[in-house]
């Protein structure tokens, strides 16, 4: 018993071991970054703060990271958890920056390496109200109750009692001094904490507030605060135990102003509806240096200069504060388009190795821009570097294939006259035949780059992806390079954080332009809008507003007479527009049918469509607490095969049924939550499948595909994350190819089976291929960075804990629980991708490759061939001996000829 046991047990493990072997993917060293490229970012900037070493910048995505600033790569990143967030602007302190993070802790980090040298905890529960470090190892700490100072072997302390209602106004630095002002608007009482890092000596005092400034907002700037309260301006340098007050009308500013704002050492900007001024403490006064147009935001360069940067016109001024002069000026030019308009600006000295220098001594600009992007400019409009920050907040991404080439003939009308579609051939080829002899002789009139034309195998796509702040960027998937950028104003995500992207007309109908669909909503009046675009150059070809949100989008199959698909836009108000405009009666004859969700209501609405005609026709009711997941079936999802051959040679039939939803629910808290997880048909409203979880919970990643359902969830009692695959099968073979959800076939049923997860996922995607003839395979995204291709083998619910001969005539693995996947297994092999927020798969014309593109913080782009490259030829493949071989043969074969016929010959004369 125990010999057959153990003979059992290593057959499985043989077995076991070959079909890994099988599916094990690798590549050499040289083939890294061959077919897959990473891009590193850091994500829309909020804080900054630049140093002759780096830039340092804290961003939207909890970013920590330090920018090279002579070229914009990064030198290192942190990332930080959502319960782990900076609530202090950071500080550079010698050679280390110094952040303050919402768990009550302080951390010092090398500013060249971002090595963690400091880690302290911070135990009041009264939480910090500021920090500052003057110096590598002096600091202040100041609490509600406590304030700390000093060396870090040898810190100080002292009690204090500040009232919960006092806020921090901000601090100011000056040498060796530091100063840090606490106030009450609603009281206008104030409390000034004076640090000297010379004498080791804390001074806490009340600071006199005048009563006027009830309500004021206050504003620092390096080494003064200052309020704006009616027409007056309150303020107090560093040091000062009271505040003074001076009327605007006093210093020259006669018109009315409503905002303030800190500009550097001493600076500020005081603006108004009309126009606005650059007012500055010197010598112990307020004055009033330069009046400038409104819209303008400024920072102080050294000691005596201001930089001013207008969001209007886009120019900067370099103005001196002594006497207003305007020492040097010039336009941002051709940068400043399309970027939405300057939001912040750092300046950066001008010994800085990146600070582009003319006879005036112009400091390089670090600018933040509405569509998320970051420069470095200098003078003369001359650009240090760009970042496209926005890619980093992609949430929606397609592929679409490169123009076959720019002198393609199409035939632009349908006609039916041979003469008129003689006609037209040959004038549209003379017509290329022209560009063709000006491209070559060099009178070309149009710019054709290799770059832009599809390859052999269809390779090369564009990636046509679109972020959160309404900015489109096109890539080129071979080198990654930016082939255009547009930023869309005033336009956002729908409700569920995605755009819906379209493709209207390919570039295979040369020479009318591609188009490109993107639905979003309307930033200001929250409606509906639809952008169309040219994916090859960026060009605007369309543009509405719709009167009401959006409710659905159907791409029909239909082509107007220019092959632009006809596109039906339903609004919440049950009105149907469609794009190409007012061309309803191309559809009115097809019958439409659409699933609506409503999260809010907990519901599932059937809707048929036929014409402008709306009419419902199911709805279904989820019990649960909220939606988790909605997927359905992706519109080119091929089917090759329609049954699967079992070990005995008898056919299982695949369900195959296109109209088909998965919906994830969860319901219940604690220990008695549960995740439902139901399939329906969208036309007929039938609930197909129906699998109840009890003390599982989310999140869930939903996948459907073919005949099989696959979901990721997290099991709650047992602490781990397993992966649940479901198939669906006919009992009998259908009667017919064609499948209705009209008139339902017998009832299909399922096999099921679940299997541990290594890890927790952050998306999930499948291998798709032009004629789905290669065996698919899963994408786990996994939240460490790592994107695992999984062969569809290893998630088979038909998986047998004891293989029987047909089993194994079959090929079914043996059933493990664990999804144990070799390291191989990873398509990113050494790289780690930050925050992987979704992939799209794209196909090529070779049928053993598919294309990845994932998108997140990172971009990451990759070719993955689940079943290896069976129709191409290796890379060392011996093309020299092949041809000796081939012209041996052919020389083989005329010797043997010519002596066959002799010998035919010979014997015909004897």
């Given amino acids: ?34 077919y897959d490229w990473h891009q590193r970012y850091v994500g829309a900037v909020e804080h900054r703060i630049a140093d002759s070493r780096a830039i340092v910048v804290i961003t939207k995505k909890n970013i920590l990271a330090a920018l090279h600033p002579k070229t914009g790569a990064i030198m290192w990143r942190r990332k930080f958890n959502e319960e782990d967030t900076v609530t202090v602007d950071p500080v550079i302190c010698g050679e280390e920056v110094v952040t303050y993070h919402s768990t009550n802790r302080y951390r010092h980090w090398d500013i060249l390496t971002g090595m963690l040298t400091l880690d302290t905890p911070h135990h009041e529960e009264d939480g910090l109200l500021f920090y500052a470090s003057l110096s590598y190892e002096k600091m202040i700490r100041v609490t509600r109750n406590n304030v700390y100072w000093g060396k870090n072997d040898n810190i100080g302390s002292s009690p204090i009692d500040i009232s919960p209602s006092m806020k921090l106004a901000g601090f100011m630095r000056s040498g060796s001094k530091v100063e840090g002002f606490l106030f009450d608007p609603s009281t206008a009482q104030g409390v000034s904490i004076k640090y000297d890092a010379n004498h080791d000596t804390v001074q806490v005092a009340e600071a006199a507030v005048p009563s006027t400034t009830q309500g004021i907002k206050l504003v620092t700037s390096e080494d003064s605060i200052a309020g704006l309260q009616g027409d007056s301006v309150f ?135 509405k569509d998320q992007s970051v420069t470095v400019v200098g003078s003369n409009e001359t650009c240090g570097w760009i970042r496209e920050e926005s890619l980093s907040s992609v949430v929606s991404a397609t592929l679409l294939d490169l123009p076959a080439s720019s002198f393609i003939p199409v035939s632009l009308h349908r006609h039916t006259n041979p003469i008129k579609l003689w006609t037209e051939r040959i004038t549209m080829q003379l017509q290329d035949l022209q560009k063709f002899i000006n491209l070559y002789f060099g009178t070309a009139l149009i710019d054709v780059s290799p770059e832009m034309e599809r390859d052999s195998f269809n390779l090369n796509k564009l990636i046509f992806a679109i972020s959160t702040c309404g900015k489109v960027h096109v890539l080129h998937s071979g080198t990654a390079r930016i082939i255009w950028s547009r930023y869309l104003d005033n336009i956002a995500p729908l409700s569920n954080g ?57 791409l029909t199959a239909v082509e107007d007479n220019e092959f632009a698909k006809v596109m039906l836009i339903l609004t919440d108000d049950n009105e149907v527009h469609t794009y190409p405009p007012r061309l309803h ?97 969208m036309i007929s409203g039938t609930q197909l499948y129906h699998a109840r979880h009890k003390q599982y919970s989310g999140p869930v990643h939903l996948l459907v595909v073919e005949n099989w359902l696959l979901y990721h969830i997290w099991c709650s009692k047992l602490r781990r994350y397993e992966v649940v695959v479901v198939e669906f099968f006919l009992p009998s073979a259908p009667n017919t190819t064609e499948f209705s959800s009209l008139f339902p076939r017998t009832p299909s049923f399922s096999i099921q089976q679940a299997y541990i997860a290594t890890s927790p996922l952050s998306a999930v995607a499948v291998t798709t291929t032009l004629k789905s003839i290669t065996n698919r395979a899963v994408l786990f995204a996994e939240s460490g960075g790592r994107i695992a291709l999984v062969p569809k083998a290893l998630l088979d619910p038909r998986r047998p804990t004891i293989p029987t001969a047909e089993d194994r005539q079959e090929q079914l693995v043996p059933y493990t629980p664990q999804l144990a996947l070799a390291p191989m297994s990873y398509v990113t092999y050494n790289k780690t991708l930050q925050d992987i927020t979704g992939m799209v798969t794209g196909v090529t014309g070779l049928e053993s490759t598919s294309l990845l593109f994932a998108y997140g913080t990172d971009l990451y782009f990759a070719r993955v061939t689940p079943a290896k490259t069976f129709d191409m030829l290796n890379e060392d493949f011996d093309y020299y001996l092949i041809g000796l071989v081939l012209m041996g043969l052919c020389f083989a074969t005329i010797v043997t000829q010519a002596l066959a016929e002799n010998k035919a010959l010979n014997k015909k004369w004897k």
């Fill in 1 to 34: 018993y125990y010999i057959t046991n153990n003979l059992r047990m290593f057959k499985r493990t043989v077995l076991l071991v070959l079909v890994l072997i099988a599916v094990v993917q690798s590549i050499y060293e040289d083939q890294i970054g061959l």
């Fill in 235 to 369: 303020y107090k340098t560093i040091g000062e135990d009271s505040f003074l007050e001076v009327k605007l009308s006093d210093i020259g500013i006669t018109w009315s102003v409503d905002l303030i704002s800190a500009a550097g050492k001493s600076a500020y900007i005081v603006s108004g509806k009309q126009m606005s001024a650059v007012i500055a403490v010197m010598d112990g006064a307020m004055r009033a240096v330069k009046a400038i147009s409104k819209d303008v935001i400024g920072q102080v360069v050294g000691s005596d200069h201001i930089a001013l940067v207008s969001r209007a016109d886009h120019t900067v001024s370099l103005v001196q504060l002594s006497n207003g002069f305007e020492a040097h000026s010039y336009s941002l030019g051709e940068l400043a388009e399309g970027r939405g308009g300057v939001l912040s600006m750092t300046t950066l000295t001008a010994s800085h190795p990146c600070s582009l220098m003319t006879t005036v001594r112009v400091p390089g600009l670090f600018l933040t821009w």
């Fill in 498 to 554: 995605q755009y819906q992207v379209h493709m209207i007309r390919s570039a295979s109908h040369y020479p009318l332009p591609a188009l490109v669909a993107v639905l979003g909503t309307s930033l200001d009046s929250k409606k509906a809008v639809l952008t169309v675009l040219n994916p090859l150059d960026g060009s605007l070809q369309y543009r509405q507003e719709f009167e009401s949100k959006l409710a659905q989008i159907q």
């Fill in 585 to 681: 009666k191309l559809v009115e004859h097809l019958p439409l049918y659409f699933t609506l969700v409503y999260p809010d209501q907990m519901e599932l609405k059937g809707f048929f469509l036929k014409g402008t005609r709306v009419e419902e026709t199911w709805s279904a009711h989820l019990r649960g607490d909220k939606i988790l997941d909605v997927k359905s079936k992706a519109t080119n999802d091929a089917v090759y095969s329609q049954g699967r051959v079992l070990g005995d040679r008898s056919v299982l039939h695949k369900y195959i049924n296109p109209n088909v939803m998965a919906v994830a629910v969860e319901s219940g808290t604690g220990d008695k939550v549960l995740v439902d997880v139901q399939l329906y048909d």
